[in-house]
């Protein structure tokens, strides 16, 4: 099957400034063509004053192509990339509630936390929290193991995810800077530049 109509898992990275509104209009660009966010994560970038929205969705490579140019389409929306699993490093975060009395009594905790890389963030009578990151299979593995404890709560972070083959947005941007045109140059000649100075 041609890569371009497989579904497969992407991960939409959309450097922006930080302008109120925006996030439920980009929740509007997925929410028109019916595509369902898997995750989403929203922090600051290692530029001051540059937001950097992680989306991952699973869609076909031509839906996430078009789905970028509409994104980029928006006046606070700096750039767009998307990504391949193996194109990227990333992580998830978990948090796990579990009863202090019947995990203490029934398991060996140092064990868990161990096979697990997991560690304990709280420690209350009543109930402890442990902590892990990693894939998505790594932390469903820890809910199985934890549900027979009586497992309270979880919660899964957004993917946080870094471009392998990237010299980050800041180089970008520096380039860009570099490069701006004279005062006399048309305002086409500057945004047709736009592409090969961000590409990643």
Known sequence: MDAKIEKQEYTITV???NQVGL???????FSRRKLN??????????VDSIHRFTIVIHETEEVVRKVARQLEKQVEVLKVYFNKNEEIIWQELALYKVPTDIIAEKASVERLLREH???????RKDYTVFETTGHRE????LIGVLQPYGLIEFVRSGKVAIIKNSEGFHSKLKQ???RLPGEHASENEYLNKRDKVFTM
């Open 138 to 141: 790594e932390t469903d593995k």
């Open 176 to 178: 860009f800077e570099n």
């Open 15 to 17: 450097y922006t400034e």
């Open 23 to 29: 996030l439920s209009r980009i929740a509007i660009i």
């Open 117 to 123: 890389g997991a560690r304990a963030v709280v420690i």
């Open 37 to 46: 966010i898997e995750s989403l994560n929203t922090s600051p970038s290692e």
